[in-house]
């Protein structure tokens, strides 16, 4: 199945899409300059996930536009995802949080990500929003009303493909409820610099923001990029409307770095 294909079959069973860069080796093949994590991930359209699709004609229209797109899925109400991530030893943390909490994980939708790490679907009837590292376990970060993912068969920087896991196909079940139970608790405290906690996001995404616009980045490829490191660094992520706000901030500012706003005279 083609990409454009994925993108009909999450549309027709009800979950809103949205094109995504994609890798070219280790590059940014779409032409914005992404790096490094942000490369396969960042949304292609002007006002980020507010342009998801749900529509035949919509899929049909972007992936027209951009054929080799990777596929976001935009969380839909009554679901989330816990993104375990490979490379903040996301599989211990796993281990030990059912260990903590006297439970296993239920089968449901499981995908594999490019690295390796796996996106655990569930429904809920309670509001679960976006949190990086959930109750302090590193490398366990979860994706709710707001956020999203990418999914199967998109293309990660380092060749890999996301795929449905051979071991749990779905469907999406119920999340286990002392899974729920902890999605709720408050926010605890990090101990990692990698992740950013309030009076800290505010200032991380501005000077991310502010390399992005020295190096001519647009308004646009700037707010599509804070969005990405919002949801993976920020605990809690920051509303959507101050990332849009941050991003047209900085993009007042000419390109290289010059501390003059456009017009001035």
């Not at 490094?36 to 980020?48: A, C, E, H, M, Y």
């Not at 976001?72 to 991530?85: E, M, N, R």
């Not at 616009?213 to 490191?229: C, K, N, P, T």
Request: proline share 8%.
């Amino acid at each position: 199945m083609a990409t454009i294909d994925f993108a009909l079959k999450y549309v027709a069973n009800g979950f809103p899409v949205i094109p995504l860069c994609w890798p070219d080796g280790n590059l940014c093949a779409c032409g914005r300059g992404h790096q490094d994590r942000s490369i396969g991930k960042v949304p292609l359209t002007p006002n980020g996930l507010k342009d998801a699709t749900m529509t035949i004609e919509g899929v049909k229209e972007y992936w027209e536009r951009f054929p080799k797109a990777n596929i976001g899925i935009v969380i839909p109400s009554g679901y989330f995802v816990l993104d375990v991530d490979v490379e903040h030893n996301g599989f211990d943390s796993l281990a030990r949080m059912e260990r903590d909490l006297d439970f296993d994980m239920t089968p449901t939708w499981l995908v594999t990500t490019g690295t390796g790490g796996h996106h655990y679907w569930y429904k809920t009837n309670k509001p679960i929003r976006n949190t990086a590292r959930l109750a302090g376990y590193d490398g366990l970060d979860i994706r709710g009303v707001g956020g999203y993912v990418v999914a199967p068969p998109s293309l990660h920087r380092n060749g890999r493909r996301y795929v449905t896991s051979p071991i749990w196909s779905g469907p999406i079940t119920e999340a286990p409820g002392k899974l729920i139970e902890l999605c709720l608790k408050p926010i605890l405290p990090s101990s990692q610099n990698s992740h950013y906690l309030e009076g800290q996001r505010n200032d991380r995404l501005t000077r991310d923001a502010g390399a992005m616009r020295r190096r001519g980045l647009s308004e646009q490829a700037i707010y599509a990029a804070l969005q990405v490191v919002n949801q993976e660094q920020c605990s809690p992520p920051l509303p959507d409307k101050d990332v849009s706000i941050i991003a047209k901030s900085i993009s007042r500012y000419e390109p290289e770095g010059k501390p003059r706003f456009k017009g001035a005279i």
